[in-house]
């Protein structure tokens, strides 16, 4: 006979929805899979990837991150402070790759190729698991339907995907875990205010997640922002609906769920992050100049007397159900006003033409405007923020009880939004609130038809069936055209393996920041800058020995570094102007002088070229030119002053090929007289004090964009 044990566990199988849980799985793999398909490659995405895994191998070697960076800006007097604010991100990821150690080497000792292996899985695993957070959050919401076309939203959304695949290391990969399961046992303490007990430990949970964000992804910051909308306009909606205990009842767990964020927030070193969100909102706000601000905080003080003029007339009122209706209806349109008049704010902010201070955040990829890459961001599901945003109040306002997630899921989307249109740095951060956009409008448009006449659900069932079609193509399409840079043919992957294996011991390199994090995770060698850009002076000496044609500058900035090898890319030709927006403006205020001599409106560039024989003639093409051998061989190789021809009729330009004839150079005047090209090329006088030792004369690394140099420092003179 089978002991009761067995059948209470057979009894609890019986009522496992078995169907939800194959949809889930189903999700889980496919979201999984989508961003798996990159662990082919042997290393990671982006740069700041390269930082946190440096980090989490910190963590695995000694316990704790260090204090100062061992390797990067070491010519600071006192080190680079390591800043702590993703610290639980890197000890979170340490702790499973302690697991994986045990299953696959029986030894928790410090494996740097595993521990690449293991920071190339975890994102991709991160992201399933957020979309599995999405069907709850969408579940507790507004029932299943809603919860799958979030989770399946969040599967496929390529700007979510984009920092969640495979390699992507990043802290919001493990921070959108914690805010999307934080948000969900909100919306679960909410749904069981009846339950004083159920309420507080949904609500602790909430408060504990969302507040662990604190110490794993700097976005913690909007989630005050939203809790505190949330208590307002869903306060609102109780008060509305003449529901004053649920109001107040509400009020106290929000008030208790953003009192254990707070604390939460205190366990690491972000707390001062009062002063910072203040600060980001502010930032925001300010780009726009001084009018529009004080027209918008005018115009919030307005509806706010307003709000509070409705309020103090509703409560004189006696208490009639004809009294009852109007204050139901006064309160909920004051508050479908303010909710359009910060639909409002938002598009004038996108608008209203940035005031920037400086130029030199400007030109720095992910500091540009956001919006120049929506469409290549969110293809078509671009248009789904837009209608959650216009139709959230107005479906609200017309529920008769309470939408207890609407106005959690609103700001949410709302300040997404805003930050992805405002900087590309953030548009990733509209992946997951893109997915919720989606799902909300779907679940709403799915019911609407369900009155509708058929011919209607077959014309909008069709769209929908596009929509998920085009989703799940777009995301497989998105995966397979995105190679991690460093593992294109440019040879720095090659040239740091180099680099680690052959560089002088405790060697210092002379570096751009660009390639800064991969320099001190691959090379394991110490670099001047790196993406964090914690010193603007070494910035801007790299611009200047990149521009000038001075060989004494040259060496002297050489000098004040120490620096062991030269490790610059060929792409930095074609970078001049951002040279000189770096040298020489990095501080401005009033924005680059058009008219600076040292400008140059001469395209200098750089392109691969490789050999064809066509109707029995031989020939070189290079980026869509054909240039015929006898041609092509005839380019010099080495620096020289004469140029090849005119541009134009009158801009003089300097054409080279590499040695291994698989790229071709075409450098302006001012580009060819800098130091910068004749250690490139090779120039007599110069080549004195940089040996070239990457790639040499190797010809296993033809047609590169990395040169290594080692600076003969004894040559360099002693004045």
């Known amino acids: 006979m089978l002991g009761g ?139 299943k339907n809603a919860g799958y076309l979030m989770a399946f939203f969040g599967a496929v959304s390529a700007s979510f995907i984009y920092r969640s695949m495979a390699g992507f290391f990043e802290a919001g990969t493990l921070g959108y875990v914690f805010m999307v399961f934080g948000f969900y046992f909100v919306l ?40 505190v909308f949330y ?105 479908l006003i303010v909710l359009y008049l910060l639909l409002v704010g938002l598009v004038i902010l996108m608008v209203t033409p940035k005031v920037v201070p400086g130029t030199i955040h400007s030109l720095v990829g992910e500091e540009s405007p956001g919006h120049l890459y929506f ?39 709302l300040i997404s939004w805003y930050m992805a249109w405002d900087r590309l740095h953030y548009s990733y951060n509209l992946g997951v609130p893109l997915a919720i956009a989606v799902g909300y409008v779907l679940y709403y448009t799915i019911r609407y038809l369900r009155t509708r006449a058929k011919s209607e659900r077959v014309v909008v069932g069709f769209f929908i069936g596009f929509i998920v079609f085009a989703g799940v193509a777009s995301a497989t399409l998105f995966t397979q055209n995105n190679t991690p840079t460093i593992e294109l043919d440019t040879g720095w992957k090659e040239g740091l393996l180099w680099l680690k294996d052959n560089a002088i011991p405790d060697a210092k390199v002379f570096n751009w920041w660009d390639e800064g994090h991969w320099i001190t995770f691959i090379a394991e060698v110490k670099a001047i800058t790196d993406n964090r850009n914690n010193d603007a002076e070494a910035n801007a000496n790299v611009g200047k020995f990149v521009l000038t044609e001075d060989l004494s500058e040259a060496i002297a900035i050489l000098k004040k570094y120490d620096s062991d090898y030269l490790l610059l890319g060929a792409d930095l030709f074609s970078k001049r102007n951002s040279m000189v927006l770096y040298g020489y403006y990095s501080h401005s205020t009033t924005g680059i002088d058009s008219s600076d001599p040292r400008l140059d409106f001469v395209q200098s560039i750089q392109v691969p070229c490789f050999e064809t024989t066509d109707n029995g003639q031989d020939a070189f093409h290079c980026s869509g030119a054909v240039i015929p051998k006898d041609q092509f061989s005839a380019i010099p190789t080495q620096w020289t002053s004469q140029p090849s021809g005119l541009e134009n009729e009158r801009n003089p330009i300097f054409y080279y090929r590499t040695t291994d004839n698989g790229r071709l150079y075409k450098l302006s005047l001012k580009q060819n007289n800098t130091i910068f090209a004749k250690i490139w090329f090779k120039e007599p006088s110069v080549s004195t004090y940089f040996e070239e030792v990457f790639p040499a004369d190797n010809l296993e690394y033809r047609n590169k964009e990395l040169k290594i140099f080692k600076i003969k420092k004894e040559e360099f003179p002693t004045q």
Do not use: C
């Not at 490659?41 to 963590?59: K, N, P, S, V």
């Not at 150690?101 to 521990?115: G, M, R």
């Not at 909430?206 to 989630?223: H, P, S």
């Not at 923020?385 to 609200?396: H, V």
């Open 5 to 143: 044990g067995a059948l209470d566990f057979k009894e609890r199988l019986k009522r496992v929805d078995w169907k939800t849980v194959a949809i889930l799985a189903l999700i889980f793999v496919l979201a999984f899979g989508i961003r798996g398909y990159l662990l082919r490659y042997d290393l990671m995405f982006e740069f700041d990837t390269y930082w946190h895994t440096r980090m989490t191998g910190e963590i695995i070697q000694h316990g704790v991150p260090p204090t100062i960076d061992p390797l990067a800006y070491y010519q600071l007097e006192g080190g680079s402070v390591i800043p702590l604010s993703t610290q639980w991100f890197w000890y979170i990821s340490a702790f499973f790759y302690y697991i994986a150690a045990l299953f696959s080497t029986a030894s928790l000792a410090y494996n740097k190729e595993l521990l690449i292996q293991v920071v190339k899985f975890l994102p991709a695993i991160y992201g399933a698991i957020t979309a599995l957070g999405l069907y709850f959050l969408g579940k507790e919401a507004y029932g």
């Open 231 to 335: 208590l307002i306009f869903t306060s609102l909606s109780f008060l509305s609906k003449n529901q004053f205990k649920e109001a107040i009842r509400f009020a106290q767990l929000l008030v208790g769920i953003l009192v254990v964020f707070v604390l939460m927030t205190f366990t690491g070193p972000n707390q001062q992050w009062i002063n910072d969100m203040i600060g980001l909102v502010l930032q925001a706000v300010g780009k726009v100049g001084f009018i529009v601000p004080v027209a918008l905080i005018a115009g919030i003080g307005l509806v706010a007397a307003i709000l509070f003029f409705v309020i103090q007339k509703n409560r004189k009122t006696t208490e009639t159900v004809l009294v009852q209706k109007e204050k139901q209806n006064s309160l909920a349109w004051v508050k």
């Open 375 to 413: 469409f290549h961001k969110f293809s078509i599901l671009l248009i789904f923020p837009i209608l959650a945003l216009a139709l959230a109040p107005l479906i609200d306002f017309k529920k008769r009880n309470v939408d207890a997630a609407s106005m959690l899921l609103f700001p949410f989307i």
């Open 188 to 227: 679960r303490a909410v749904k069981r205010m009846q339950n004083t007990k159920e309420m507080a430990i949904n609500g602790v949970i909430a408060g504990i997640l969302l507040g662990a964000l604190a110490n794993i992804y700097a976005l913690f910051l909007i989630v005050p922002i939203v809790l």
